[in-house]
């Protein structure tokens, strides 16, 4: 009798990880019975019946790989029925038993429609937004953080030098749970986040203070959901009088090796993502909650909001003085 067969996407916007997730995906695929089936360029190789065998072999040397060797996209076409159709009719065609989605919020839905029309779905989170409801740590979140505390650390060192202010644009899409935590590890005076509502006055304040605090610099993490980050600055240059600069860290957060972090998280959701289907589940996100690995039904997952916390940022704002 013939294996049964997986099919792997990766979808959306690229993150570090995702070739340690397809790698742990086909070895313990492989490992369990199955044939491993890759997809390239997203929900759009599926379309377009542009994919390749796995092998043990084919994911060798990719773990420490940064984008995804599947190419990915962002498929418009999912959201209609026609395109949506003509997935579930090929991976019936094909014989798939189940389909592992490796990718952010649109790639959820379109796992989730599959899901309905009879598909058999796992959905595994890899995003450097951090931004899935079901998951603490989104895959790729830790190798762009690490990216981001990095390069404002060298912001860091010309801004000192220059006693000026830096506004930093991190990426985040409208969330500001990425810019939460690289303001937290780089040590950043003020960050700006959609979820927090500022007062202007005081902040122009709280910057003119930093200065007569004997700071040397000052660095402001921007969340890029809060409009433009070079507008911005320029008000705070206007209401402060104080020499301002922009720096967006823009795709840069989006490559690179992938952190250790990253590549176990990938490996032991790969993992769980095979186990999933070889019981036959459908309709679930892998995650990490608390520490342990989680189940959430992908319906869930997309109609939820993952709650921003509050609590460190009230922290980061008494560190900042
Ligand atoms: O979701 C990841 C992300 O990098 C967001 O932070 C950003 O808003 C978006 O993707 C950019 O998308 P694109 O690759 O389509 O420019």
Do not use: W
Request: aromatic share 6%; proline share 2%.
């Amino acid at each position: 009798m013939a294996n049964k067969k997986i099919g792997i996407i990766t979808s959306g916007g690229d993150a570090p990880g995702m070739n340690a997730a397809v790698r742990s995906i086909v070895r313990t695929g492989i490992y369990n019975g199955f044939d491993l089936i890759g997809f390239k360029r997203g929900f759009k190789g599926l379309l377009d019946g542009e994919y390749s065998n796995l092998t043990v072999r084919s994911v060798s040397g990719t773990i420490n790989l940064g984008g995804t060797k599947l190419h990915t996209g962002r498929c418009p076409e999912m959201k209609t029925s026609i395109g949506l159709n003509k997935a579930v009719k090929i991976i019936k065609e094909m014989n798939l038993e189940g389909l592992v989605v490796i990718g952010g919020d649109g790639s959820l839905a379109a796992a989730n429609a599959l899901s309905k029309h009879g598909i058999k779905a796992i959905s595994i989170p890899a995003s450097i937004d951090n931004d899935v409801f079901g998951t603490d740590e989104t895959i790729g979140y830790d190798t762009a953080l690490n990216t981001a505390v990095e390069a404002i650390d060298k912001i860091r060192d010309t801004a000192n030098s220059h006693d000026r202010v830096f506004v930093v644009e991190i990426m985040g899409r409208e969330h500001g749970f990425l810019t939460l935590a690289v303001g937290m590890a780089a040590g950043v005076e003020v960050i700006i986040v959609p979820e927090v509502k500022i007062n202007r006055k005081e902040l122009y304040m709280q910057l003119k203070q930093g200065f007569i605090n004997g700071k040397t610099s000052l660095i402001i993490a921007y969340a890029e959901g809060c409009g433009s980050s070079v507008q911005f600055a320029q008000e705070v240059a206007k209401n402060t009088g104080m020499d301002v600069r922009v720096s967006n860290l823009g795709y840069i957060q989006r490559g690179g090796t992938p952190t250790a972090r990253t590549r176990i998280l990938a490996s032991v959701f790969g993992a769980h993502a095979v186990k999933l289907l070889k019981e036959g589940k459908s309709n679930l996100l892998v995650g990490i909650t608390n520490g342990k690995i989680s189940y959430t039904p992908i319906k869930t997952a997309i109609s939820s909001e993952k709650t921003f916390d509050i609590e460190s940022y009230n922290i980061l704002k008494k560190l900042s003085i």
